[in-house]
């Protein structure tokens, strides 16, 4: 039987699975429910699990023959977002919602499991399955990493479902495919004074106006228009009323690159725009810069493996290799400082219901998407490990 028919066949085990993880959605570092039932369906497939912090949650499938070891992750968190589907499944956590499809990675991954335990005398070395938390606030990757689990691993794999891309296609991209992620906070100190009485004051939303203008050029300026990076200002708060000059202002907003270098150059740039700006009205700044998560640079060799086994699911005509770089980011990216690796994307709209974008209140995900997802999973580990 192909991988894919065996896949189909476990398409309603799937689709309950993430129906229940979609009815009970959790937010980041807070995936206590959605542990507990990963760890309930790997103990029903046969899987010993461990926890890695409070809510990742990682399994082994051991060949018990010496090999090499490949990481598979899906991750598990859901949004801040209020659903507006009406379906059986919406979720029943007010102001919580999977609208990125972390339901269905999760699902597409523990049915692989069941196939790759059938499986088990087909392949040489070790399966891990990382089912890893808090990703869309760039965390839980490097504690996974910080854990040693990674210590021993060969390859990395993940799969991201893709509402722009039907079902039955992969996007696969060699190289640069997502973006870093920094989210940087600039808080702008100055002096209050009478709206009237400017020589008196010292403007912190003035600096700050500045401070967003200005980072709107630097990009222009300091990167190369073929590699591309972008700065974006998505917060200003400042002032208390309209007749008084505010005293203090706070920026947010994030720098997205795609090499190690042009992170640090625009890292370096922000700091200090936001530095020299204040200090020349006579104010002062603190900047504070997160490093969510590194960019995205599949593996070539990687890559290469992993078309090879797509093209045995999905027909080489539905794989896709020419898709283009996006400035989104996903910390499965940080696997890569400890085990070369690659990420794909894989189609899951079957319609207009299921093609809303990602991060959308409407977002869903078409039910025959699992098998594809699932079926890649289990044939790239079984080429790997061959």
């Not at 939303?205 to 590699?227: D, G, M």
């Not at 625009?266 to 603190?286: D, H, P, R």
């Not at 490093?291 to 493996?305: A, G, H, I, Q, R």
């Amino acid at each position: 039987m192909k991988i894919l028919d065996e896949t189909c066949n476990l398409t309603p085990y799937m689709v309950d699975l993430r129906n229940y993880f979609h009815a009970h959605p959790e937010l980041g570092l807070q995936e206590f429910n959605t542990s507990k039932k990963i760890e309930e369906e790997l103990d029903k497939i046969g899987l010993e699990h461990v926890r890695v912090g409070d809510t990742n949650v990682i399994a082994t499938i051991d060949s018990g023959k010496k090999g090499k070891t490949l990481l598979l992750r899906a991750d598990i968190d859901a949004l801040p977002i209020q659903e507006a589907n009406d379906v059986p499944y919406k979720s029943q956590n007010k102001g919580i919602m999977h609208a990125c499809g972390h339901d269905g990675h999760t699902a597409s991954l523990l049915g692989a499991a069941k196939i790759l335990i059938r499986h088990k005398n087909d392949f040489t070395g070790r399966i891990i399955l990382a089912f890893q938390a808090a990703e869309e606030i760039g965390k839980g990757a490097r504690d996974i990493i910080d854990a040693g689990i990674l210590d021993t691993a060969d390859r990395c794999f993940g799969i991201h479902f893709q509402s722009s891309l039907p079902v039955g296609t992969v996007g696969i991209r060699s190289g640069a495919d997502m973006a870093s992620c920094d989210r940087f906070k600039i808080t702008v100190s100055g002096k209050s004074a009478h709206i009237t009485c400017p020589d008196q004051g010292i403007d912190a939303l003035f600096i700050a106006s500045l401070i967003a203008t200005k980072l709107q050029t630097v990009v222009s300026r300091l990167v190369n228009p073929a590699e591309g990076a972008l700065i974006g200002v998505g917060r200003i708060e400042s002032g208390t009323s309209y007749n008084i000059i505010a005293g203090n202002a706070e920026l947010e907003g994030t720098i997205r690159t795609f090499t190690k270098e042009t992170r640090e150059k625009l890292q370096k740039a922000v700091t200090e725009i936001a530095s020299n700006t204040a200090k020349e009205y006579g104010g002062s700044s603190e900047i504070f810069i997160d490093d969510l998560c590194d960019p995205v640079n599949n593996d070539e060799e990687s890559t290469k493996e992993v078309i090879t086994s797509a093209e045995k699911i999905f027909g080489k005509e539905n794989v896709i290799t020419g898709i283009e770089k996006r400035f989104m980011a996903d910390n499965f990216a940080d696997y890569f400082r400890k085990a070369p690796g690659c990420y794909v994307h894989v189609g899951s709209s079957d319609g207009e219901r299921t093609s809303h974008d990602h991060h959308n209140e409407h977002f869903d995900l078409a039910e025959t998407c699992y098998a594809y997802a699932a079926a890649l999973h289990v044939q790239y580990a079984l080429d790997y490990l061959k």
